[in-house]
């Protein structure tokens, strides 16, 4: 899938980021860009620029927005082929793993009506240049959209950037990259065109279900002792029976 060539140019260069150690319980993962655009980034001609932040007009408050400078209409052999995205917090404020089964979602908005065939991408990065991808195909609208889904592998391709390769993800393969994972991104570049406005709200990842405690272990009542002479007998001290 060649429209996604820029991710591989970001998954090398996030590769170096650090990753702190799994975390037992899952971080916060939820970005409605109100305020500020939350160290969201743009990657778009081989360069990283701080994601703009619009104060109004999000699905509601503020929303970050990103303009398309270069067309993809060579694409996928020769240029112009130049795909934007949009790059989460890198690093991450946390381990992924407590995500798994839970869900991810976003609001996307376009000013311009999609090409044939091009589809919104969401990508979780992991320190090895691997990468879980969502194809999600966009509504011919330039109202926000809402995109959710599961997170966990059914629908999911598990991408090897540097080979070049892409399979559907096992289960293993799923946990493997939330517990490695480095920035996610979001390919919102939907039109072969440039000069187009992508905006990004909410982008949210839920924790899935927790392992359950386990019920305190129950502790047997103290065996009641009888006196000499008498036996338990039905939780009562009886007297025992002398033999003639
Ligand atoms: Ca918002
Ligand atoms: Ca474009």
Same mark, same amino acid.
């Given at each position: 899938?060649?429209?996604?060539?820029?991710?591989?140019?970001?998954?090398?260069?996030?590769?170096?980021?650090?990753?702190?150690?799994?975390?037992?319980?899952?971080?916060?993962?939820?970005?409605?860009?109100?305020?500020?655009?939350?160290?969201?980034?743009?990657?778009?001609?081989?360069?990283?620029?701080?994601?703009?932040?619009?104060?109004?007009?999000?699905?509601?408050?503020?929303?970050?927005?990103?303009?398309?400078?270069?067309?993809?209409?060579?694409?996928?052999?020769?240029?112009?082929?130049?795909?934007?995205?949009?790059?989460?917090?890198?690093?991450?404020?946390?381990?992924?793993?407590?995500?798994?089964?839970?869900?991810?979602?976003?609001?996307?908005?376009?000013?311009?009506?999609?090409?044939?065939?091009?589809?919104?991408?969401? @990508?979780?990065?992991?320190?090895?240049?691997?990468?879980? @991808?969502?194809?999600?195909?966009?509504?011919?609208?330039?109202?926000?959209?809402?995109?959710?889904?599961?997170?966990?592998?059914?629908?999911?391709?598990?991408?090897?950037?540097?080979?070049?390769?892409?399979?559907?993800?096992?289960?293993?393969?799923?946990?493997? @990259?939330?517990?490695?994972?480095?920035?996610?991104?979001?390919?919102?570049?939907?039109?072969?065109?440039?000069?187009?406005?992508?905006?990004?709200?909410?982008?949210?990842?839920?924790?899935?279900?927790?392992?359950?405690?386990?019920?305190?272990?129950?502790?047997?009542?103290?065996?009641?002792?009888?006196?000499?002479?008498?036996?338990?007998?039905?939780?009562?001290?009886?007297?025992?029976?002398?033999?003639?």
């Amino acid at each position: 899938m060649k429209q996604l060539r820029w991710v591989t140019g970001s998954v090398i260069g996030a590769a170096v980021a650090l990753i702190a150690p799994a975390a037992a319980t899952a971080t916060p993962f939820s970005y409605p860009f109100n305020d500020s655009n939350q160290t969201f980034t743009v990657l778009q001609n081989g360069g990283s620029t701080p994601a703009t932040l619009v104060s109004t007009g999000g699905n509601p408050g503020g929303f970050i927005r990103l303009t398309d400078a270069i067309a993809e209409t060579g694409c996928p052999t020769a240029a112009p082929c130049d795909v934007s995205l949009f790059e989460g917090p890198n690093p991450l404020p946390g381990s992924l793993t407590a995500n798994y089964g839970g869900t991810w979602s976003f609001d996307f908005k376009t000013d311009v009506a999609p090409s044939v065939n091009k589809n919104v991408y969401l @990508v979780i990065n992991d320190a090895a240049g691997e990468g879980l @991808v969502k194809s999600i195909p966009p509504a011919n609208t330039t109202n926000w959209q809402h995109f959710s889904g599961s997170l966990t592998e059914p629908g999911w391709l598990l991408y090897d950037f540097g080979v070049g390769t892409s399979a559907p993800a096992t289960e293993a393969q799923f946990k493997s @990259v939330l517990s490695t994972a480095i920035a996610p991104d979001i390919q919102p570049d939907i039109y072969t065109g440039s000069g187009e406005h992508y905006g990004l709200d909410n982008f949210v990842f839920t924790d899935g279900p927790q392992p359950a405690s386990a019920p305190p272990a129950a502790t047997a009542p103290a065996r009641k002792k009888c006196k000499k002479g008498r036996k338990l007998k039905h939780g009562r001290c009886v007297k025992k029976k002398v033999r003639k």
